[in-house]
Nanobody
Framework: QVRVVESGGGLVQAGGSLRLSCTAS????????MSWYRQRPGEARELVAR???????INLNSAKGRFAVSRDNAKNTVYLQMNNLRVEDTGAYLCYATGVIGGSVGGNYWGQGTQVTVSS
């Protein structure tokens, strides 16, 4: 079995920081990418950041300059450092892992998400 588990969310005031972590474990041969998505009520899930073997990229325009993504390949873990948080950053942050996972070349797994709430 494969597990993708996020942690690090919480309640923070605007201007504060949080560091999210996501670890994939179980039947994993190779992880090609680990990504962070944000889900807000009534809205489509949106890609925040993606970390591959070539490095990490912040995809969400509103997060550029404030967020950073990094990955520890040895630990199958991806991090999302979020600085200068804004109220509009509030949402559930979900991790998505793709690669040779669970015995499948095109394996892809979602975590349950970690809630980030930014107060004004």
């Amino acid at each position: 079995q494969v597990r993708v588990v996020e942690s690090g969310g919480g309640l923070v005031q605007a201007g504060g920081s949080l560091r999210l972590s996501c670890t994939a474990s179980g039947r994993i041969s190779r992880i090609d990418a680990m990504s962070w998505y944000r889900q807000r009520p009534g809205e489509a899930r949106e890609l925040v950041a993606r970390a591959t073997n070539d490095g990490g990229v912040i995809n969400l325009n509103s997060a550029k300059g404030r967020f950073a993504v990094s990955r520890d390949n040895a630990k199958n873990t991806v991090y999302l450092q979020m600085n200068n948080l804004r109220v509009e950053d509030t949402g559930a942050y979900l991790c998505y892992a793709t690669g040779v996972i669970g015995g499948s070349v095109g394996g892809n797994y979602w975590g349950q998400g970690t809630q980030v709430t930014v107060s004004s």
